[in-house]
Protein backbone atom coordinates (compact mmCIF):
# COMPACT_ATOMS: atom_id res chain seq x y z
CA UNK A 1 0.00 0.00 0.00
CA UNK A 2 1.05 3.06 -0.78
CA UNK A 3 1.63 6.18 1.10
CA UNK A 4 -0.48 8.42 -1.24
CA UNK A 5 -2.94 5.92 -1.24
CA UNK A 6 -3.16 6.16 2.69
CA UNK A 7 -3.03 9.79 2.63
CA UNK A 8 -5.81 9.84 0.59
CA UNK A 9 -8.17 7.82 3.05
CA UNK A 10 -6.74 10.04 6.13
CA UNK A 11 -4.49 13.12 6.86
CA UNK A 12 -3.30 11.38 9.92
CA UNK A 13 -1.62 8.55 8.21
CA UNK A 14 0.07 10.61 5.49
CA UNK A 15 2.33 12.29 8.05
CA UNK A 16 3.39 8.74 9.56
CA UNK A 17 3.30 6.82 6.10
CA UNK A 18 6.67 4.49 5.54
CA UNK A 19 6.95 4.25 9.57
CA UNK A 20 6.90 0.75 10.76
CA UNK A 21 4.77 -0.62 12.27
CA UNK A 22 2.39 0.59 9.40
CA UNK A 23 -0.59 3.32 10.54
CA UNK A 24 -3.25 1.23 9.80
CA UNK A 25 -4.69 1.12 13.07
CA UNK A 26 -7.06 3.76 12.58
CA UNK A 27 -9.33 1.76 10.48
CA UNK A 28 -10.82 -0.02 12.82
CA UNK A 29 -12.74 0.92 16.15
CA UNK A 30 -15.29 -0.47 18.44
CA UNK A 31 -17.30 -2.59 16.29
CA UNK A 32 -15.00 -2.86 13.11
CA UNK A 33 -12.59 -4.78 15.26
CA UNK A 34 -15.27 -7.23 16.28
CA UNK A 35 -16.20 -7.63 12.96
CA UNK A 36 -12.85 -8.20 11.56
CA UNK A 37 -12.49 -10.98 14.65
CA UNK A 38 -15.53 -12.37 13.27
CA UNK A 39 -14.25 -12.58 9.75
CA UNK A 40 -11.02 -14.59 10.90
CA UNK A 41 -12.81 -16.91 13.44
CA UNK A 42 -13.70 -20.02 10.20
CA UNK A 43 -10.57 -20.36 9.39
CA UNK A 44 -8.71 -19.66 12.85
CA UNK A 45 -11.40 -22.72 13.66
CA UNK A 46 -10.31 -24.77 10.82
CA UNK A 47 -6.93 -24.32 11.67
CA UNK A 48 -7.18 -25.48 15.14
CA UNK A 49 -9.60 -28.19 14.65
CA UNK A 50 -7.96 -29.56 11.64
CA UNK A 51 -3.78 -28.92 11.79
CA UNK A 52 -3.22 -28.07 15.56
CA UNK A 53 -5.11 -31.03 16.91
CA UNK A 54 -3.90 -33.13 14.45
CA UNK A 55 -0.32 -31.88 14.73
CA UNK A 56 -0.31 -32.34 18.45
CA UNK A 57 -2.03 -35.52 18.50
CA UNK A 58 0.40 -36.93 16.14
CA UNK A 59 3.91 -35.57 18.18
CA UNK A 60 1.69 -37.46 20.88
CA UNK A 61 1.38 -40.44 18.98
CA UNK A 62 5.04 -40.55 18.05
CA UNK A 63 6.44 -39.77 22.14
CA UNK A 64 7.79 -42.77 22.61
CA UNK A 65 11.55 -43.01 21.88
CA UNK A 66 11.62 -47.00 21.90
CA UNK A 67 9.46 -46.63 18.67
CA UNK A 68 12.47 -44.62 16.93
CA UNK A 69 14.63 -47.94 18.06
CA UNK A 70 11.76 -50.17 16.48
CA UNK A 71 12.17 -48.00 13.62
CA UNK A 72 15.81 -47.74 12.97
CA UNK A 73 16.25 -51.44 13.52
CA UNK A 74 14.09 -52.86 10.88
CA UNK A 75 16.66 -53.35 7.37
CA UNK A 76 13.23 -51.89 5.17
CA UNK A 77 13.25 -48.57 6.77
CA UNK A 78 16.88 -48.18 5.75
CA UNK A 79 15.90 -48.81 2.13
CA UNK A 80 12.70 -46.60 2.49
CA UNK A 81 14.77 -43.63 3.84
CA UNK A 82 17.48 -43.94 1.16
CA UNK A 83 14.79 -44.36 -1.33
CA UNK A 84 13.00 -41.00 -0.04
CA UNK A 85 16.12 -39.13 -0.26
CA UNK A 86 17.19 -40.18 -3.89
CA UNK A 87 13.38 -39.96 -4.49
CA UNK A 88 12.83 -36.04 -3.22
CA UNK A 89 16.66 -35.11 -4.46
CA UNK A 90 16.81 -36.36 -8.23
CA UNK A 91 13.21 -35.65 -8.98
CA UNK A 92 12.69 -32.35 -7.21
CA UNK A 93 16.51 -31.03 -8.83
CA UNK A 94 15.90 -32.64 -12.10
CA UNK A 95 12.08 -31.66 -12.67
CA UNK A 96 13.24 -27.75 -11.93
CA UNK A 97 16.04 -27.47 -13.72
CA UNK A 98 14.13 -29.19 -16.82
CA UNK A 99 11.28 -26.87 -15.90
CA UNK A 100 13.43 -23.84 -15.81
CA UNK A 101 14.80 -24.73 -19.67
CA UNK A 102 11.46 -25.57 -20.84
CA UNK A 103 9.47 -22.34 -19.62
CA UNK A 104 12.34 -20.65 -21.98
CA UNK A 105 11.05 -22.61 -24.80
CA UNK A 106 7.12 -22.13 -23.74
CA UNK A 107 8.37 -18.00 -23.98
CA UNK A 108 7.96 -18.11 -27.78
CA UNK A 109 4.74 -16.65 -28.88
CA UNK A 110 4.28 -18.45 -31.98
CA UNK A 111 0.62 -20.69 -32.12
CA UNK A 112 1.49 -23.66 -32.10
CA UNK A 113 3.91 -23.44 -29.14
CA UNK A 114 0.91 -22.16 -27.38
CA UNK A 115 -1.13 -24.70 -28.13
CA UNK A 116 1.29 -27.38 -26.78
CA UNK A 117 1.66 -25.59 -23.57
CA UNK A 118 -1.78 -26.10 -23.11
CA UNK A 119 -1.72 -29.70 -23.90
CA UNK A 120 1.94 -30.35 -21.97
CA UNK A 121 -0.29 -29.14 -18.78
CA UNK A 122 -3.05 -31.81 -19.20
CA UNK A 123 -0.51 -33.90 -16.65
CA UNK A 124 -1.30 -31.52 -13.62
CA UNK A 125 -5.10 -31.58 -14.08
CA UNK A 126 -5.09 -34.70 -14.46
CA UNK A 127 -5.85 -36.75 -11.00
CA UNK A 128 -2.61 -38.06 -10.25
CA UNK A 129 -4.37 -42.01 -9.30
CA UNK A 130 -5.52 -42.61 -12.48
CA UNK A 131 -2.05 -41.25 -14.29
CA UNK A 132 -0.31 -43.01 -12.08
CA UNK A 133 -2.50 -46.22 -12.80
CA UNK A 134 -1.94 -45.99 -16.47
CA UNK A 135 2.05 -45.57 -15.92
CA UNK A 136 2.02 -48.56 -13.65
CA UNK A 137 0.07 -50.65 -16.52
CA UNK A 138 2.68 -49.33 -19.28
CA UNK A 139 5.82 -51.13 -16.81
CA UNK A 140 4.00 -54.22 -15.49
CA UNK A 141 3.72 -57.23 -17.29
CA UNK A 142 5.42 -57.51 -20.49
CA UNK A 143 2.27 -57.00 -22.57
CA UNK A 144 2.19 -53.09 -20.91
CA UNK A 145 2.78 -50.76 -24.06
CA UNK A 146 6.91 -50.04 -22.80
CA UNK A 147 7.70 -53.48 -23.60
CA UNK A 148 5.30 -53.50 -26.88
CA UNK A 149 6.12 -50.43 -28.14
CA UNK A 150 9.96 -51.93 -27.27
CA UNK A 151 9.15 -55.29 -29.11
CA UNK A 152 7.76 -52.92 -32.23
CA UNK A 153 11.49 -50.98 -32.33
CA UNK A 154 14.07 -53.52 -31.59
CA UNK A 155 12.39 -57.18 -32.54
CA UNK A 156 13.07 -58.27 -28.83
CA UNK A 157 11.46 -58.37 -25.49
CA UNK A 158 11.58 -55.39 -23.30
CA UNK A 159 12.88 -55.59 -20.02
CA UNK A 160 10.57 -56.61 -16.62
CA UNK A 161 10.57 -52.90 -15.66
CA UNK A 162 9.02 -53.79 -12.03
CA UNK A 163 11.19 -56.51 -11.52
CA UNK A 164 14.70 -54.68 -10.94
CA UNK A 165 14.38 -52.03 -8.13
CA UNK A 166 16.37 -49.42 -9.69
CA UNK A 167 14.18 -49.21 -12.48
CA UNK A 168 11.42 -49.16 -10.79
CA UNK A 169 12.87 -46.75 -8.29
CA UNK A 170 13.51 -44.75 -11.94
CA UNK A 171 10.05 -45.13 -13.14
CA UNK A 172 8.49 -43.66 -9.76
CA UNK A 173 11.32 -40.38 -10.25
CA UNK A 174 9.96 -40.49 -13.88
CA UNK A 175 6.34 -40.52 -13.16
CA UNK A 176 6.79 -38.00 -10.54
CA UNK A 177 8.72 -35.66 -13.22
CA UNK A 178 6.09 -36.20 -15.28
CA UNK A 179 2.88 -34.84 -13.29
CA UNK A 180 4.62 -31.99 -11.74
CA UNK A 181 7.28 -30.71 -14.38
CA UNK A 182 4.31 -29.05 -15.57
CA UNK A 183 3.06 -27.29 -13.21
CA UNK A 184 6.91 -25.56 -12.20
CA UNK A 185 6.94 -24.92 -15.63
CA UNK A 186 3.98 -22.54 -15.33
CA UNK A 187 5.47 -20.53 -12.09
CA UNK A 188 8.81 -20.43 -14.31
CA UNK A 189 6.97 -18.66 -16.81
CA UNK A 190 5.07 -16.25 -15.01
CA UNK A 191 7.90 -15.01 -13.50
CA UNK A 192 10.08 -14.59 -16.97
CA UNK A 193 7.07 -13.02 -18.49
CA UNK A 194 7.63 -10.87 -15.66
CA UNK A 195 11.22 -9.70 -16.37
CA UNK A 196 10.80 -6.48 -17.70
CA UNK A 197 11.75 -6.28 -21.96
CA UNK A 198 14.00 -3.41 -21.45
CA UNK A 199 16.68 -5.84 -19.08
CA UNK A 200 16.85 -8.33 -22.09
CA UNK A 201 17.28 -5.55 -24.62
CA UNK A 202 20.30 -4.24 -22.56
CA UNK A 203 21.48 -7.48 -22.75
CA UNK A 204 21.64 -7.55 -26.31
CA UNK A 205 22.93 -4.18 -26.86
CA UNK A 206 25.91 -5.71 -24.22
CA UNK A 207 26.44 -8.74 -26.62
CA UNK A 208 24.75 -11.30 -24.18
CA UNK A 209 22.64 -13.63 -26.15
CA UNK A 210 21.44 -17.26 -26.13
CA UNK A 211 23.09 -19.35 -23.20
CA UNK A 212 25.34 -16.31 -22.02
CA UNK A 213 21.84 -14.21 -21.70
CA UNK A 214 20.06 -17.75 -19.64
CA UNK A 215 23.07 -18.25 -17.62
CA UNK A 216 23.99 -14.77 -16.82
CA UNK A 217 20.70 -12.43 -17.01
CA UNK A 218 17.89 -14.55 -16.45
CA UNK A 219 18.85 -17.37 -14.30
CA UNK A 220 19.88 -14.55 -11.98
CA UNK A 221 16.28 -12.65 -12.34
CA UNK A 222 15.11 -16.29 -11.41
CA UNK A 223 17.47 -17.66 -8.94
CA UNK A 224 15.01 -16.47 -6.12
CA UNK A 225 11.93 -18.02 -7.41
CA UNK A 226 13.94 -21.12 -8.42
CA UNK A 227 15.48 -21.70 -5.03
CA UNK A 228 11.75 -20.84 -3.16
CA UNK A 229 10.24 -23.45 -5.54
CA UNK A 230 12.94 -25.97 -4.90
CA UNK A 231 12.06 -25.46 -1.05
CA UNK A 232 8.50 -25.94 -1.13
CA UNK A 233 8.75 -28.96 -4.19
CA UNK A 234 11.23 -30.60 -1.88
CA UNK A 235 8.86 -30.13 1.34
CA UNK A 236 5.59 -31.08 -0.72
CA UNK A 237 7.89 -34.35 -2.45
CA UNK A 238 8.79 -35.71 0.90
CA UNK A 239 5.20 -36.18 1.51
CA UNK A 240 4.19 -37.50 -1.35
CA UNK A 241 2.16 -40.89 -1.07
CA UNK A 242 0.32 -41.27 -4.41
CA UNK A 243 3.65 -41.32 -7.12
CA UNK A 244 4.84 -44.46 -5.51
CA UNK A 245 1.76 -46.38 -4.31
CA UNK A 246 0.70 -46.10 -7.59
CA UNK A 247 3.62 -46.51 -10.02
CA UNK A 248 5.52 -49.24 -8.51
CA UNK A 249 3.55 -50.05 -5.22
CA UNK A 250 6.65 -50.87 -3.70
CA UNK A 251 7.59 -53.63 -5.67
CA UNK A 252 9.92 -55.32 -6.24
CA UNK A 253 9.61 -57.11 -2.68
CA UNK A 254 9.31 -53.84 -0.85
CA UNK A 255 12.25 -52.51 -2.15
CA UNK A 256 11.21 -48.94 -3.63
CA UNK A 257 9.14 -47.48 -0.54
CA UNK A 258 9.21 -43.90 0.43
CA UNK A 259 8.71 -42.72 3.92
CA UNK A 260 5.19 -41.65 3.02
CA UNK A 261 3.78 -45.26 2.08
CA UNK A 262 6.32 -46.92 4.49
CA UNK A 263 4.27 -45.14 7.27
CA UNK A 264 0.45 -45.98 5.31
CA UNK A 265 1.35 -49.33 5.33
CA UNK A 266 2.79 -49.69 9.35
CA UNK A 267 -0.22 -47.92 10.29
CA UNK A 268 -3.13 -49.05 8.30
CA UNK A 269 -1.76 -52.64 7.15
CA UNK A 270 0.02 -53.94 9.86
CA UNK A 271 -1.79 -52.18 12.49
CA UNK A 272 1.17 -50.15 14.42
CA UNK A 273 -0.19 -46.63 13.90
CA UNK A 274 2.47 -45.15 15.96
CA UNK A 275 5.02 -46.64 14.39
CA UNK A 276 3.54 -44.92 11.24
CA UNK A 277 3.57 -41.64 13.03
CA UNK A 278 6.90 -42.23 13.56
CA UNK A 279 8.14 -43.40 10.13
CA UNK A 280 6.75 -39.82 9.25
CA UNK A 281 8.33 -38.24 11.98
CA UNK A 282 11.42 -39.04 11.38
CA UNK A 283 11.55 -36.80 8.69
CA UNK A 284 11.30 -33.23 10.47
CA UNK A 285 15.11 -33.33 11.22
CA UNK A 286 15.43 -32.58 7.67
CA UNK A 287 11.74 -31.04 6.83
CA UNK A 288 11.67 -28.32 9.79
CA UNK A 289 15.10 -26.67 8.80
CA UNK A 290 13.22 -26.54 5.04
CA UNK A 291 10.30 -24.75 6.52
CA UNK A 292 12.06 -22.08 8.53
CA UNK A 293 14.34 -21.66 5.66
CA UNK A 294 11.75 -21.72 3.50
CA UNK A 295 9.79 -18.74 5.96
CA UNK A 296 12.90 -17.13 5.81
CA UNK A 297 13.52 -16.73 2.20
CA UNK A 298 9.58 -15.77 1.85
CA UNK A 299 9.96 -13.35 4.42
CA UNK A 300 13.25 -11.60 3.98
CA UNK A 301 12.11 -10.87 0.23
CA UNK A 302 8.43 -10.57 0.55
CA UNK A 303 7.34 -13.21 -1.98
CA UNK A 304 4.41 -14.92 -1.19
CA UNK A 305 2.69 -18.16 -2.51
CA UNK B 1 27.45 -15.48 -47.56
CA UNK B 2 27.12 -14.39 -43.99
CA UNK B 3 22.90 -14.74 -44.65
CA UNK B 4 23.47 -17.86 -45.89
CA UNK B 5 24.96 -18.97 -42.71
CA UNK B 6 22.09 -17.23 -40.74
CA UNK B 7 19.45 -18.87 -42.52
CA UNK B 8 20.34 -21.71 -42.23
CA UNK B 9 21.30 -21.73 -38.55
CA UNK B 10 17.51 -20.47 -38.41
CA UNK B 11 16.38 -23.64 -40.00
CA UNK B 12 18.39 -25.43 -37.49
CA UNK B 13 16.83 -23.66 -34.26
CA UNK B 14 13.35 -24.14 -35.73
CA UNK B 15 14.26 -27.77 -36.54
CA UNK B 16 14.75 -28.26 -33.23
CA UNK B 17 12.06 -26.39 -31.44
CA UNK B 18 9.78 -28.64 -33.95
CA UNK B 19 11.86 -31.63 -32.39
CA UNK B 20 11.25 -30.85 -29.00
CA UNK B 21 7.89 -30.23 -29.17
CA UNK B 22 7.05 -33.58 -30.72
CA UNK B 23 8.86 -35.14 -28.17
CA UNK B 24 7.01 -33.01 -25.44
CA UNK B 25 3.60 -33.90 -26.98
CA UNK B 26 4.92 -37.96 -27.19
CA UNK B 27 6.00 -37.83 -23.02
CA UNK B 28 2.79 -35.92 -21.95
CA UNK B 29 0.44 -38.00 -23.93
CA UNK B 30 1.84 -41.53 -23.80
CA UNK B 31 0.10 -42.29 -20.09
CA UNK B 32 -2.86 -40.77 -21.74
CA UNK B 33 -2.93 -43.26 -24.69
CA UNK B 34 -1.88 -46.15 -22.74
CA UNK B 35 -5.39 -45.24 -20.94
CA UNK B 36 -7.27 -45.28 -24.36
CA UNK B 37 -5.84 -48.09 -25.54
CA UNK B 38 -6.82 -50.38 -22.58
CA UNK B 39 -10.67 -49.16 -22.14
CA UNK B 40 -11.22 -49.58 -25.61
CA UNK B 41 -10.82 -52.92 -25.61
CA UNK B 42 -13.20 -55.31 -24.57
CA UNK B 43 -11.10 -58.37 -23.79
CA UNK B 44 -11.26 -57.65 -19.91
CA UNK B 45 -8.22 -59.09 -18.31
CA UNK B 46 -5.77 -59.31 -20.93
CA UNK B 47 -2.96 -57.03 -22.05
CA UNK B 48 -2.90 -56.25 -26.10
CA UNK B 49 1.02 -56.41 -26.43
CA UNK B 50 0.15 -54.47 -29.53
CA UNK B 51 0.32 -50.58 -29.94
CA UNK B 52 -3.20 -49.98 -31.32
CA UNK B 53 -6.44 -51.42 -30.10
CA UNK B 54 -6.87 -54.79 -32.05
CA UNK B 55 -10.67 -54.40 -32.08
CA UNK B 56 -11.42 -50.38 -30.47
CA UNK B 57 -15.05 -50.04 -29.36
CA UNK B 58 -16.71 -48.29 -26.46
CA UNK B 59 -18.35 -51.58 -25.14
CA UNK B 60 -16.44 -50.86 -21.63
CA UNK B 61 -17.90 -47.17 -21.72
CA UNK B 62 -21.27 -48.55 -22.26
CA UNK B 63 -20.66 -50.70 -19.28
CA UNK B 64 -19.56 -47.85 -16.94
CA UNK B 65 -22.42 -46.06 -17.98
CA UNK B 66 -25.20 -48.75 -16.93
CA UNK B 67 -22.93 -49.75 -13.96
CA UNK B 68 -22.98 -53.14 -15.83
CA UNK B 69 -20.55 -54.86 -13.90
CA UNK B 70 -20.53 -55.45 -9.75
CA UNK B 71 -17.72 -53.10 -8.30
CA UNK B 72 -19.64 -50.04 -10.50
CA UNK B 73 -22.92 -50.76 -9.62
CA UNK B 74 -23.34 -47.56 -7.88
CA UNK B 75 -20.67 -45.45 -9.89
CA UNK B 76 -23.01 -42.67 -10.46
CA UNK B 77 -23.83 -42.42 -7.09
CA UNK B 78 -19.96 -41.93 -6.35
CA UNK B 79 -19.77 -40.15 -9.36
CA UNK B 80 -22.05 -37.35 -7.36
CA UNK B 81 -20.20 -38.24 -4.16
CA UNK B 82 -17.19 -37.09 -6.10
CA UNK B 83 -18.97 -33.92 -6.79
CA UNK B 84 -20.16 -33.01 -3.98
CA UNK B 85 -16.97 -33.35 -2.41
CA UNK B 86 -15.32 -31.20 -5.09
CA UNK B 87 -18.43 -28.83 -5.37
CA UNK B 88 -17.97 -27.96 -1.09
CA UNK B 89 -14.22 -27.84 -0.83
CA UNK B 90 -14.64 -24.98 -3.35
CA UNK B 91 -17.30 -23.02 -1.77
CA UNK B 92 -15.97 -23.46 1.97
CA UNK B 93 -12.19 -23.14 0.45
CA UNK B 94 -13.77 -19.84 -1.16
CA UNK B 95 -16.06 -18.66 1.63
CA UNK B 96 -13.64 -18.92 4.49
CA UNK B 97 -10.38 -17.80 2.34
CA UNK B 98 -11.71 -14.70 1.27
CA UNK B 99 -13.46 -13.77 4.37
CA UNK B 100 -9.53 -14.51 5.65
CA UNK B 101 -8.54 -12.16 3.47
CA UNK B 102 -10.69 -9.63 3.30
CA UNK B 103 -9.83 -9.47 7.45
CA UNK B 104 -6.64 -9.08 6.85
CA UNK B 105 -5.85 -7.50 4.07
CA UNK B 106 -8.74 -4.96 3.68
CA UNK B 107 -9.79 -4.08 7.56
CA UNK B 108 -6.32 -4.56 8.62
CA UNK B 109 -7.00 -7.04 11.81
CA UNK B 110 -4.14 -6.04 14.43
CA UNK B 111 -2.06 -8.80 14.40
CA UNK B 112 -3.57 -10.37 11.32
CA UNK B 113 0.19 -11.40 10.32
CA UNK B 114 0.06 -14.34 13.02
CA UNK B 115 -2.63 -15.76 11.26
CA UNK B 116 -1.41 -15.59 7.56
CA UNK B 117 1.51 -16.61 8.59
CA UNK B 118 0.07 -19.77 10.91
CA UNK B 119 -1.61 -20.73 7.26
CA UNK B 120 1.74 -20.98 5.34
CA UNK B 121 2.80 -23.37 8.03
CA UNK B 122 0.34 -25.33 7.00
CA UNK B 123 0.81 -25.18 3.36
CA UNK B 124 4.28 -26.60 4.16
CA UNK B 125 3.10 -29.88 5.61
CA UNK B 126 3.54 -32.68 3.46
CA UNK B 127 0.05 -33.63 4.02
CA UNK B 128 0.64 -37.56 4.28
CA UNK B 129 2.78 -36.70 7.58
CA UNK B 130 -0.64 -35.68 9.05
CA UNK B 131 -3.05 -38.42 7.67
CA UNK B 132 -2.55 -41.11 10.54
CA UNK B 133 -3.29 -38.65 12.80
CA UNK B 134 -6.12 -36.86 11.10
CA UNK B 135 -7.59 -40.17 10.76
CA UNK B 136 -7.87 -41.19 14.42
CA UNK B 137 -8.97 -37.56 15.41
CA UNK B 138 -12.53 -38.40 12.50
CA UNK B 139 -12.92 -40.82 14.62
CA UNK B 140 -12.83 -38.86 17.69
CA UNK B 141 -15.43 -36.05 15.83
CA UNK B 142 -17.25 -38.92 14.91
CA UNK B 143 -16.74 -38.14 11.68
CA UNK B 144 -16.02 -41.57 10.30
CA UNK B 145 -16.81 -43.07 7.33
CA UNK B 146 -18.42 -39.50 6.44
CA UNK B 147 -17.53 -37.02 3.34
CA UNK B 148 -17.71 -34.15 5.83
CA UNK B 149 -14.42 -35.95 7.29
CA UNK B 150 -13.16 -35.12 4.08
CA UNK B 151 -14.24 -31.60 2.87
CA UNK B 152 -12.60 -30.96 6.28
CA UNK B 153 -8.98 -32.20 5.44
CA UNK B 154 -9.29 -30.59 1.79
CA UNK B 155 -10.57 -27.49 2.96
CA UNK B 156 -7.48 -27.10 5.33
CA UNK B 157 -5.09 -28.07 2.55
CA UNK B 158 -6.78 -25.41 0.26
CA UNK B 159 -7.24 -22.86 2.22
CA UNK B 160 -3.78 -21.51 2.84
CA UNK B 161 -2.57 -20.95 -0.81
CA UNK B 162 -6.38 -19.79 -1.43
CA UNK B 163 -5.85 -16.94 1.63
CA UNK B 164 -2.28 -15.35 -0.06
CA UNK B 165 -3.26 -15.48 -3.54
CA UNK B 166 -6.31 -13.47 -2.61
CA UNK B 167 -4.23 -11.42 -0.85
CA UNK B 168 -1.96 -11.00 -3.35
CA UNK B 169 -4.71 -9.60 -6.14
CA UNK B 170 -6.22 -7.74 -3.27
CA UNK B 171 -3.47 -5.40 -3.46
CA UNK B 172 -4.49 -4.20 -6.51
CA UNK B 173 -7.78 -3.16 -5.57
CA UNK B 174 -7.77 0.50 -4.61
CA UNK B 175 -8.94 0.73 -0.73
CA UNK B 176 -10.85 3.87 -1.68
CA UNK B 177 -13.62 1.79 -2.69
CA UNK B 178 -13.72 0.21 0.63
CA UNK B 179 -13.55 3.95 2.27
CA UNK B 180 -16.22 5.60 0.13
CA UNK B 181 -18.75 2.36 0.77
CA UNK B 182 -18.22 3.10 3.92
CA UNK B 183 -18.35 6.67 4.89
CA UNK B 184 -21.63 5.77 2.69
CA UNK B 185 -22.60 3.72 5.62
CA UNK B 186 -21.86 0.42 4.81
CA UNK B 187 -21.39 -2.18 7.34
CA UNK B 188 -18.13 -4.17 6.61
CA UNK B 189 -20.08 -7.11 5.79
CA UNK B 190 -21.87 -5.08 3.01
CA UNK B 191 -18.17 -3.67 1.83
CA UNK B 192 -17.13 -7.46 1.85
CA UNK B 193 -20.63 -8.55 0.09
CA UNK B 194 -20.89 -5.49 -2.43
CA UNK B 195 -17.19 -4.37 -3.07
CA UNK B 196 -14.75 -6.86 -2.17
CA UNK B 197 -16.66 -10.17 -4.05
CA UNK B 198 -17.32 -8.66 -7.09
CA UNK B 199 -13.72 -7.17 -7.63
CA UNK B 200 -12.30 -10.53 -6.67
CA UNK B 201 -14.48 -12.10 -8.47
CA UNK B 202 -11.14 -13.55 -11.08
CA UNK B 203 -9.16 -14.61 -8.29
CA UNK B 204 -11.99 -16.25 -6.76
CA UNK B 205 -12.59 -18.09 -9.49
CA UNK B 206 -8.47 -19.03 -9.85
CA UNK B 207 -9.12 -19.93 -5.86
CA UNK B 208 -12.08 -22.10 -6.13
CA UNK B 209 -10.83 -24.25 -9.63
CA UNK B 210 -7.55 -24.60 -7.32
CA UNK B 211 -9.50 -26.35 -4.64
CA UNK B 212 -11.54 -28.21 -6.81
CA UNK B 213 -8.90 -29.68 -8.61
CA UNK B 214 -6.92 -30.16 -5.73
CA UNK B 215 -10.04 -32.29 -4.61
CA UNK B 216 -9.96 -34.56 -7.58
CA UNK B 217 -6.40 -35.38 -7.04
CA UNK B 218 -6.24 -35.60 -3.82
CA UNK B 219 -6.63 -39.78 -2.86
CA UNK B 220 -4.59 -40.67 0.21
CA UNK B 221 -7.87 -39.15 2.74
CA UNK B 222 -10.60 -40.22 0.34
CA UNK B 223 -9.40 -44.04 1.06
CA UNK B 224 -8.24 -43.46 4.57
CA UNK B 225 -11.44 -41.56 5.69
CA UNK B 226 -14.37 -43.62 3.20
CA UNK B 227 -15.20 -46.86 3.32
CA UNK B 228 -18.55 -48.08 2.83
CA UNK B 229 -19.67 -48.03 -0.95
CA UNK B 230 -22.23 -45.23 0.04
CA UNK B 231 -20.22 -42.42 0.47
CA UNK B 232 -17.38 -43.56 -1.89
CA UNK B 233 -15.94 -41.46 -3.73
CA UNK B 234 -14.55 -42.59 -7.94
CA UNK B 235 -11.15 -42.41 -6.80
CA UNK B 236 -11.59 -44.42 -3.78
CA UNK B 237 -13.78 -46.91 -5.74
CA UNK B 238 -10.98 -47.21 -8.62
CA UNK B 239 -8.44 -48.56 -6.19
CA UNK B 240 -10.92 -51.22 -5.53
CA UNK B 241 -10.19 -53.04 -8.39
CA UNK B 242 -7.04 -53.90 -7.63
CA UNK B 243 -8.20 -56.16 -4.87
CA UNK B 244 -10.87 -57.62 -7.45
CA UNK B 245 -9.58 -61.50 -8.63
CA UNK B 246 -10.95 -60.94 -12.59
CA UNK B 247 -9.21 -57.41 -12.74
CA UNK B 248 -11.30 -55.78 -15.50
CA UNK B 249 -8.81 -53.40 -16.31
CA UNK B 250 -10.65 -52.26 -19.12
CA UNK B 251 -13.37 -51.30 -17.07
CA UNK B 252 -11.06 -49.34 -14.82
CA UNK B 253 -9.65 -47.07 -17.53
CA UNK B 254 -12.94 -46.02 -18.68
CA UNK B 255 -13.79 -45.12 -15.10
CA UNK B 256 -10.63 -43.62 -14.99
CA UNK B 257 -10.86 -41.69 -18.27
CA UNK B 258 -14.56 -40.40 -17.22
CA UNK B 259 -13.55 -39.16 -14.19
CA UNK B 260 -10.34 -37.28 -15.58
CA UNK B 261 -12.90 -35.26 -17.74
CA UNK B 262 -14.35 -32.64 -14.93
CA UNK B 263 -10.58 -31.23 -13.86
CA UNK B 264 -9.10 -31.70 -17.50
CA UNK B 265 -12.62 -29.68 -18.74
CA UNK B 266 -12.47 -26.97 -16.08
CA UNK B 267 -8.67 -27.04 -17.04
CA UNK B 268 -8.99 -26.09 -20.61
CA UNK B 269 -12.55 -23.83 -19.84
CA UNK B 270 -10.64 -21.56 -17.19
CA UNK B 271 -7.60 -22.16 -18.55
CA UNK B 272 -6.96 -18.23 -18.67
CA UNK B 273 -7.82 -17.35 -14.82
CA UNK B 274 -5.64 -19.97 -13.46
CA UNK B 275 -2.50 -18.83 -15.14
CA UNK B 276 -3.34 -14.90 -14.34
CA UNK B 277 -4.21 -16.04 -10.83
CA UNK B 278 -0.53 -18.05 -10.96
CA UNK B 279 0.69 -14.93 -12.18
CA UNK B 280 -0.59 -12.58 -9.71
CA UNK B 281 -0.35 -14.45 -7.28
CA UNK B 282 2.37 -16.52 -7.31
CA UNK B 283 6.28 -16.77 -7.07
CA UNK B 284 7.37 -13.38 -8.31
CA UNK B 285 10.95 -12.76 -7.47
Known amino acids: ?305 | MNAARYRRRRRLVTAGKVGLGVGLLVWTLLPVYNMLLMALDDDADEFTGSIWPPDPNLDSFWSVWTEDYWLMKHFWHQFGNSIILGLATMVLTVLIGSLTSFSLGRMRLRRGWIVSDLALLTYLLPTALLAIPFVHIMHRYGLSDSLWAVIAAEVTFATPYAILILHQYGRLIPMELDEAAKIDGASPFQVYRLVYIPLMAPALVAVGVYALILTWNEYLYQYLLLSSTDHMTVAVMINQFFDSDEAPWNYMMAIAIIYSLPPVAIYFGLRRYMVAGLASGGVKG
Not at chain 1, 23 to 51: E, K, N
Not at chain 1, 261 to 282: Q, R
Open chain 1, 1 to 305: MSGSRLALGSGRSAAVSGIWPPPWRWMLRGSDTAWAIAFVVPYVAVFAAFVIYPIGFGLWMGRDPALYGLLFSDPLYLTTAINTLLFVAIGVNVQMFLAFLLSGFFLSRSWWVRSLLAIYLVPWALPGLVAFTSIHFMLVTQWGLLDSLWRAVTGGDGPLFLVSAWIAMAANIVSYIWKWMPFWTLVFLAARMAIPRDIHEAADIDGATGYRRLVHVTFPLLANVYLISTLLSTIWTLGDFTTVYFVSSGAPAKLTEVLATYGFHEAFDFGYPNLGVAAMLSALPVLIPLVLLLMRRVRVTGVQL
